[in-house]
């Protein structure tokens, strides 16, 4: 059975270089295909490059993780400058969006000023016709839609998505893809998403090195525990498990054209 998948989100460059070496190895027997490696800032971006010029199953993003503190405009125009160079060598814009956790600890961050970075990461997005990946949840999701809608852009990933029933709604209408993390075999509140959520809409990821808890607690996440996911997502959709890694791996490869 062809049971391979892609993993749509994980920071490879944060795993140390010992653990990097292990997973490669281990990729194909645990069929994975490729992953789409985000960059959280200029240098992660130009390291996440590196890994992925000795290994073509890396497919690298360049991005500003927005739950850091706002980029110097030297930073800004290094990634810019970054992204057009290797526009053939990226995968996606990303990670992009806005600070939701960060403005839960200090309401008085500048969310303007975000808002404004992250149009300049849609517009680059726009200009080197890439799709674009999302850290925007909650009632931030809300912001970037009608960004997004403003400048034309469909192509949008919204990684570990969570909402209300209304913003998930939302980002339905405007045919979005969100990703679902291995916590979906734990977290009521992702099933239920995975439940409402149409299926040629959804990818599978890891977000690693983040760790997860219930059966993957004290693990390093590696891109195998998207099997479970899929699993879980075939139970949830009480659809056959291979039409469901054939759908999922699909619109991923369709997604960021890997
Ligand atoms: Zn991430």
Same mark, same amino acid.
């Given at each position: ?40 800032? /200029?240098?992660?971006? +130009?390291?996440?490059?590196? $890994?992925? !010029? &000795? ?6 993003? =360049?991005?500003? *993780? ?61 200009? /080197?016709?890439?799709? +674009?990946?999302?850290?925007? $949840?909650? !009632? &931030? ?6 960004? =997004?809608?403003? *400048? ?107």
């Amino acid at each position: 059975m062809n049971a391979s998948i892609v993993d749509a989100h994980i920071h490879f460059d944060l795993y140390q270089e010992e653990d990097r070496r292990k997973i490669l190895k281990s990729l194909e027997a645990n069929r994975i295909e490729s992953m789409v490696t985000v960059s959280s800032h /200029l240098t992660s971006g +130009i390291k996440n490059l590196m $890994i992925a !010029q &000795d290994d073509k199953r890396i497919k690298p993003a =360049l991005g500003y *993780h927005p739950e850091q503190p706002l980029p110097s405009k030297e930073e800004i125009e290094g990634i810019t400058s970054l992204a057009r160079r290797y526009s053939s060598s990226i995968s996606a814009i990303g990670e992009v969006g806005l600070p939701y956790y960060s403005r839960k600890e200090d309401p008085s961050i500048d969310v303007e000023a975000y808002v404004n970075l992250l149009e300049h990461f849609i517009k680059l997005a726009a200009e /080197l016709n890439k799709p +674009i990946v999302l850290h925007a $949840i909650y !009632q &931030d999701a809300e912001i970037v839609c009608d960004l =997004l809608k403003k *400048h034309n852009i469909r192509n949008a990933h919204f990684h570990w998505f969570k909402g209300s029933a209304a913003t998930t709604q939302t980002l339905i209408e405007n045919d979005h893809y969100i990703s679902v993390t291995p916590e979906c075999v734990y977290k009521p509140k992702i099933q239920k998403l995975i439940d409402v959520y149409p299926l040629n809409r959804i990818m599978v990821e890891t977000d690693g090195p983040w760790p997860f808890k219930g059966p993957f607690k004290d693990k390093m996440t590696h891109p195998a525990m998207m099997h479970d996911s899929i699993a879980k997502i075939s139970e949830i959709k009480g659809l056959p498990l291979q039409m469901v890694y054939h759908i999922i791996q699909q619109n991923t490869v369709k997604f960021f054209r890997i």
